[in-house]
């Protein structure tokens, strides 16, 4: 698997690209970002007075969306080019982007409404980060705020993914022979994303006392053929 530093490297590189770009490595018309940010926003519950979190919110494409629908968007990527880009393109009172990592979160506890960590948590470089990272996300959620945990590749799909998938979906046959290149030594590594066993995931949400609904992803290139979104409610009184 690579590691913090390799995803870091990788991810910087977006910062001088074109800020639709998602993980195909290929831009998105904004009608889908559009299409996106509005069905996370209805499950997020978004009504104009959320303070929102955005972790790992890349150039901004979907915060400045949200931004719209709350009262403040915070914005926070470990790649500080990208972090910087988004402050530059859309940075204001409303809408604020900092470089920090999902893991170690410079924020009080229960200083947000509403947290998204949409299409992050699967390049991270191991499952331990991801825990750190899934706790960091709910001590800075309220007791009773929303946390959007999306986009994971649900292990169950894996073998769907690999055989079916990448082979049949319109944007691999579109996709240029970089994208190609990075893709297919995956494929034959069986992949260096990480997988999530939901199940297991879910009920250590409920062991906390949180209520956990899970949906297939939103149609958005081709990720709701094997990922999935959970819309995480934090109890109003937190268990010890
Ligand atoms: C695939 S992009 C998704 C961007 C955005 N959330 C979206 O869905 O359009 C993943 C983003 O998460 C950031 N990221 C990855 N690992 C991170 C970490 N450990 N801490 C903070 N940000 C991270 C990357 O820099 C990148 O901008």
Redesign the pocket.
């Known amino acids: 698997m690579p590691t913090?530093q390799q995803?870091?490297k990788f991810?910087?590189g977006?910062a001088t690209r074109d800020p639709r770009i998602?993980?195909t490595g290929l831009p998105v018309a904004d009608a889908e970002?559009d299409r996106?940010a509005a069905v996370l926003g209805d499950w997020l519950g978004l009504c104009g007075h959320e303070r929102v979190l955005?972790?790992?919110?890349?150039?901004g494409?979907?915060?400045t969306r949200w931004a719209e629908r709350a009262r403040q968007v915070v914005g926070?990527?470990?790649?500080r080019a990208?972090a910087a880009a988004a402050q530059a393109r859309h940075g204001g009172a409303a809408r604020q982007f900092a470089a920090?990592?999902?893991?170690a979160l410079p924020f009080a506890t229960g200083a947000f409404d509403a947290v998204?960590?949409?299409?992050?948590l699967?390049?991270?470089p191991d499952h331990d980060?991801a825990q750190r990272?899934v706790g960091e996300l709910l001590r800075v959620l309220r007791p009773g705020g929303t946390l959007l945990l999306?986009?994971l590749p649900d292990a169950r799909c894996q073998q769907r993914f690999f055989d079916v998938l990448l082979a049949e979906a319109p944007w691999w046959r579109r996709a240029g022979s970089r994208a190609k290149s990075w893709l297919l030594p995956q494929r034959e590594r069986r992949t260096q994303i990480l997988w999530f066993d939901l199940p297991a995931l879910v009920q250590q949400f409920a062991a906390h006392g949180c209520t956990v609904a899970v949906h297939d992803d939103p149609p958005f290139t081709n990720y709701r053929h094997y990922r999935k979104t959970l819309v995480v409610q934090k109890p109003a009184e937190v268990r010890a």
């Open positions: 913090l995803w870091r991810y910087d977006w998602a993980s970002f996106l955005d972790v790992g919110c890349a150039s494409t979907l915060t926070i990527d470990f790649s990208l920090a990592e999902a893991a998204v960590c949409f299409n992050v699967l390049s991270l980060y990272a999306g986009s």
